[in-house]
C-alpha cells in the first residue's frame, strides 16, 4: 500500500492511504483537504492505474508541483514531492500500515449528502474552475427545466382555419395543438385528435412531434422529431400555422 | 394510448436491507422510484414517506389546478408540488424524531397524460426515455460527479475517486426547501420510459439498459432481466426499475399481442391511460 504524507514546512501533519484513489483541495469533500486559498478547491487527485500511482493536476488555478517541476500529469515515484500551494505531500511507495482515507463529510450510509452551504462553495469552485480551465469544457444538452429565458419566442401564427387567437405564444414547456383542454391551439370536433402536435421547448429552441392525426409540416408529413424553423407551414386538421420568432416579448419565470 | 408495466425491486446482494420503494399506478399513469438513505431504519422509512406523501398529495388534489402559474402542464406542476411537499413533510418529520434525524431520499416521478409524461426528479434516480430505438437520459444527476462533468473537471472517462462518486448535491427530506428538476416529454406507441435508483445504472451500463428493452419488450420481463444483470455485475446497492411500455390504439395492441404470442405465448394486463 502507498500512502501520502501532508506536511507544512517540513513538519507531517498527516497521512493518507491512496486506496482507490483520492482527491486534494480546498473543500471539504477532498480526503486531503488543504484549507489555504492558493489551493483550488479540488487542486489535484492521485489514483491508481495497473501497478503505478498517478499524480493529476484538475486543472488547477496554481499548479501543482513536483520536486519543484509543474505538472499535469505524473507517475509518482518513493519520495516524490508533491507542492501544493504552501504544503507539501510525501509520496510513500510502500508504506506498511496506511491510515484509511475518510473524506471529513457526514456519512449517509454509502451515500453522501452536500447541505447547501457545502455545495455553493463546491459550485463557486467549480464555476471558477470553469472560467480559467483550459481544457474545453465538456458540454451536454441540458434535460433539466432551467429556463435559459429566451430573448425571443416562438408563435405559432393563424394563417387559415377557424381557430380561437390569431397567434398563439410557446411560453410553456410543452405546447400542444389538439382537443384536450390542456391545448394551446384548441381543435373542436368530436372526430380531432386529443393531441395531434405537442411542441417541446428543446434549448433555445423548439422541436414539433407528432401524436395523432396527420399533420403536415410544409405539406410533408410531420414524422419523428421536427426542429421548427422560421417559416415552417404547420397543417393541423385543416388548420395552417406558421412557426415564427418574435424578438424580446418576456422573460420566462423559473419553475 | 395505453400503457404496460413492469417494476420491481431488490435488495441486492451487498445491502442488508432494501432501502428503496416505488409506486406503479398505471391507471393513473403515474410511476415513482425513491432511494431512501440514512442509515436502518431511517432510509428505509425516508423512501417509504415519499411515496406516500406523493400518493397522498395527488389524490388530494387528483383534478385540482396547479398551486401557481408554471411554464409545465398542469399535471406536471402538480407533480412538481407534491414533490415539494414530500420534501417538507420528509424533513418536518425527521426533525421531530431524533432516530430520524439526517434521513433522505432521492425521487424520479413521471406522470404520464395525454401522451405527454412530465419528469420530476432530485437526487441521483433517473428517468430514461427509449424512443426510435434509441435510450435518452431525461435527468441529470445531482451529484459531485455529473457536478464535475458539467464544470469539465470530469467525464466518464476521467472518473472521480470512487468514495466521491455517490456524493450528492440534491435530496429530498434534508433541508426546508428543495429544487427540483421538472421536463417534459411527448410519448408515443413503441416509446419505453424506465424509471431507477443508481443500484442499476451503477451496476449496469446505459447501453445493456437500450439492450434489454430492445431485446425483451415485455416491460415485467425487461425489469426480472435488468435486476438479474445487476446482481451479476455485484448488486452493491438495492436495485429498483420501474419499465412503462407506451402502446397505441386497438390495431397497435393487436398486431403487439400477435407478435408476442408467436414469441411467447402470454400476454400481460394493459392499462388505459388517462
Redesign the interface.
Known amino acids: 500500500m502507498s500512502k501520502l504524507t501532508l506536511q507544512y514546512e517540513g513538519i507531517a501533519l498527516k497521512d493518507y492511504a491512496v ?5 486534494i483541495g480546498r473543500l471539504p ?1 477532498n ?1 486531503v483537504m488543504i484549507d489555504n486559498p492558493a489551493v483550488s478547491g ?1 487542486h489535484a ?1 492521485v ?1 491508481h492505474e495497473g501497478n503505478r500511482v498517478i499524480l493529476e493536476d ?2 488547477s488555478t496554481n499548479g501543482t508541483f513536483v520536486n519543484g517541476r509543474p505538472v499535469t500529469r505524473h507517475v509518482l515515484q518513493h519520495g516524490d514531492e508533491v507542492l501544493v500551494g504552501k504544503h507539501q505531500i510525501v509520496f510513500d511507495q510502500n508504506s506498511a500500515e496506511p491510515q484509511p ?1 475518510g ?1 471529513p ?2 456519512s ?9 452551504k457545502q ?1 455553493r462553495a ?2 463557486a469552485t ?2 471558477s ?2 472560467a480559467d ?1 483550459a ?4 458540454t ?1 444538452a ?6 435559459s429565458a429566451p430573448r425571443r419566442v416562438g408563435v405559432l401564427r393563424v394563417i387559415a382555419g377557424s381557430a380561437e387567437q390569431e397567434e398563439y405564444s410557446l ?4 405546447s ?1 395543438i389538439g382537443r ?1 383542454n ?1 391545448a394551446l391551439v384548441r381543435l373542436r370536433g368530436w372526430f380531432k385528435p ?2 395531434a402536435v ?1 411542441i ?1 421547448k428543446n434549448g433555445p429552441g423548439y422541436v414539433a ?1 407528432a ?2 392525426g396527420k399533420p403536415l409540416v410544409n405539406q410533408s408529413p410531420l414524422e ?1 422529431r421536427y426542429n421548427l424553423q422560421e417559416g415552417d407551414m404547420l397543417t393541423v386538421s385543416g388548420l395552417v400555422l406558421e412557426f415564427a420568432w418574435k424578438e424580446g416579448v418576456r422573460a ?2 423559473a ?1 | 394510448m395505453r400503457l404496460r408495466v413492469g417494476a420491481r425491486t431488490d435488495t441486492g446482494r451487498v445491502r442488508p436491507q432494501n432501502e428503496d420503494a416505488y409506486m406503479s399506478q398505471a391507471e393513473h399513469g403515474l410511476f415513482v422510484v425513491c432511494d431512501g438513505m440514512g442509515g436502518a431504519p431511517a432510509g428505509e422509512v425516508a423512501s417509504e414517506m415519499a411515496i406516500q406523501a406523493i400518493a397522498r398529495e395527488l389524490k388530494d388534489r387528483e383534478n385540482g389546478d396547479a398551486l401557481e402559474a408554471s411554464p409545465f402542464l398542469p399535471h406536471t406542476q402538480r407533480l412538481v408540488d407534491a414533490v415539494r411537499q414530500s420534501n417538507e413533510f420528509i424533513y418536518g418529520e425527521a426533525q421531530k424524531d431524533p432516530r430520524q434525524a439526517g434521513m433522505g431520499t432521492t425521487i424520479v416521478g413521471a406522470w404520464i397524460r395525454e401522451q405527454i409524461a412530465g419528469v420530476a426528479h432530485v437526487g441521483d434516480s433517473r428517468a430514461y426515455l427509449w424512443h426510435n430505438d434509441r435510450l435518452e437520459p431525461l435527468t441529470r444527476d445531482h451529484s459531485l460527479m455529473e457536478a464535475h462533468i458539467e464544470a469539465g473537471l470530469a467525464d466518464e472517462g476521467r472518473s472521480l475517486p470512487v468514495e466521491q462518486q455517490n456524493i450528492l448535491v440534491r435530496v429530498l427530506g434534508r433541508e426546508p426547501a428543495v429544487d427540483v428538476d421538472v421536463t417534459e416529454v411527448p410519448v408515443r406507441s413503441g416509446d419505453y420510459v424506465l424509471l431507477c435508483s443508481d443500484g442499476l445504472t451503477r451496476m449496469v451500463a446505459e447501453s445493456e439498459l437500450a439492450h434489454a428493452i430492445r431485446t425483451y419488450q415485455d416491460p415485467q420481463q425487461i425489469c426480472d432481466r435488468l435486476i438479474a444483470t445487476a446482481n451479476m455485475n455485484g448488486g452493491a446497492d438495492n436495485i429498483t426499475v420501474v419499465v412503462v411500455e407506451v402502446t397505441g390504439g386497438w390495431w397497435h395492441r393487436l398486431i403487439d399481442r400477435w407478435k408476442r404470442s408467436v414469441r411467447r405465448g402470454q400476454d400481460v394486463e394493459t392499462y388505459a391511460a388517462v
Request: hydrophobic residues 40%; proline residues 3%; charged residues 20%.
Open positions: 486506496g482507490a484513489g483520492i482527491t469533500d480526503a479540488h487527485r489514483f484538475l486543472g482515507a473524506a463529510m457526514q449517509l450510509g454509502d451515500t453522501v449528502y452536500l447541505d447547501t455545495h463546491l459550485r467549480l464555476e474552475a470553469r480551465a481544457r474545453p469544457v465538456h451536454r441540458a434535460v433539466s427545466a432551467s429556463p411560453d410553456g414547456h410543452t400542444i384536450s390542456t386529443s393531441i405537442a417541446a412531434t401524436m395523432g419523428g420566462e419565470s419553475a
